[in-house]
């Protein structure tokens, strides 16, 4: 089976580990803060953030923008549930704007349509979350024009976009954001096992996230009530969680992030050699702005809906695996209890009967590519 995604791990990245295993410090330690630096240093941003997944970079990011119960959350309806959930596990409310038929991410028109109207009912949203869909970044000055006019904040999903580039800058160096945020799970293009960073220029809310990591709980006299405490001494100076990387973890993503640019280039590659392989087929191709540089985290191609079933069953049956990305949050059960429903938003639910994502990954052969060139091609003759 050809996956549609996978990690690449050498024997650089095992010695890497190991290293840490044989060191004094498996969590805690300095392969953590080098880590950081590292992405950082790459995205150009002031600060990053590790800790054990994309998930909780989401939760700390708008803790630390004090979303709380009250509070709105807007973000594209064609993501992994997590990019929503986070406003639920802050107490907020959660909605969606619909997507670009052309580009899949958030559709600027209607956010500035939402906001118009939100703003007569006094119901405008305290943070706007735009995803870079397969790696692909969103119109990011439309989003920052947008929030200064309305007053909200914003964080960039980013899961799928470490390496990618909008307006000549890294995704990550936060110019039109707050925060960033990047999930280094293993289909990502980078991989620490599980894993999230979060981004951000404004060293308050670095300091946030990073208290809210660990509990909570600090050793900094200087944000202590007892100035004058022992060297034992801590204190827990809000409610925070067990979010923290281990060194092990960081320790496989700063030798990952080493070959970061050849993955992102190799799938450039990859995904130019589809667009060149599949014309002419009676299948739509990924479209791409031409103000940013994808990641190519995905490449999602869309069948025509009477064929889609039948399309994915047969390149899953050959040894293709071909996935869907996504089901549309809104139609998820648990969302539907909370009152939404199909139709809400139609562009987003047009794409999701449609959409085939194709095998893409950092270590993928040009003749697996050529593989699933032709069992796609005998798919659509089926």
């Known amino acids: 089976m050809i996956p549609y995604g996978k990690q690449e791990i050498t024997q650089v990245d095992i010695d890497r580990v190991i290293e840490v295993l044989k060191s004094d410090f498996l969590t805690q330690g300095p392969a953590v803060s080098l880590f950081e ?33 009250g509070g709105r959350l807007w973000t594209s309806p064609i ?12 107490g907020a409310e959660v909605d969606f704007v619909d997507i670009d038929p052309s580009t899949y991410n958030m559709d600027m028109n209607a956010l500035e349509e939402k906001l118009i109207n939100a703003e007569k009912r006094r119901q405008l949203p305290d943070i706007v979350v735009p995803v870079h869909f397969s790696g692909q970044p969103c119109d990011l000055r439309a989003v920052r024009v947008l929030s200064k006019r309305y007053g909200f904040k914003v964080i ?60 909570g709980v600090t050793r900094s006299p200087d944000k202590m009530m007892n100035k004058k405490a022992d060297d034992w001494y801590y204190e827990q100076i809000d409610l925070g969680f067990n979010y923290r990387l281990t060194d092990i973890q960081a320790a496989l993503g700063i030798s990952q992030m080493k070959r970061l640019n050849s993955y992102v280039t190799h799938r450039n590659e990859l995904a130019n050699l589809y667009d060149e392989k599949l014309k002419g087929m009676p299948i739509t191709l990924p479209y791409q ?67 085939i994502s194709l095998p893409l990954f950092g270590s993928m052969s040009l003749e697996q590519q ?13």
């Open 37 to 69: 630096r590292t992405v950082a240093d790459y995205t150009t941003s002031k600060y990053a953030i590790a800790v054990n997944s994309a998930t909780s970079a989401l939760h700390v990011a708008c803790l630390s923008l004090g979303l709380k119960k």
């Open 79 to 90: 993501t992994f549930v997590a990019s929503s959930n986070v406003a639920l596990f802050c």
């Open 156 to 215: 960039e999903d980013a899961s799928h976009a470490i390496g990618a580039e909008y307006a000549s800058n890294p995704v990550g160096s936060c110019e039109f954001s707050d925060i960033t945020v990047f999930s280094f799970h293993p289909v990502k293009i980078i991989t620490t096992g599980e894993g999230g960073v979060a981004t951000t220029n404004n060293k308050v809310l670095a300091e946030k996230m990073e208290l809210l990591r660990s509990h």
């Open 289 to 355: 702005t031409k103000e940013a540089r994808s990641s190519r985290h995905l490449y999602v191609v869309k069948v025509e809906e009477s064929k889609r079933g039948d399309t994915f069953d047969y390149m899953r049956r050959n040894g293709i695996g071909v996935n869907v990305h996504y089901i549309p949050v809104h139609t998820q059960p648990y969302y539907q209890k909370m009152g939404f429903s199909e139709g809400m938003f139609p562009e987003a639910e047009k794409f999701y009967k449609e959409a």
């Open 370 to 382: 050529d593989e699933v060139v032709a069992k796609l091609k005998m798919a659509l003759e089926v």
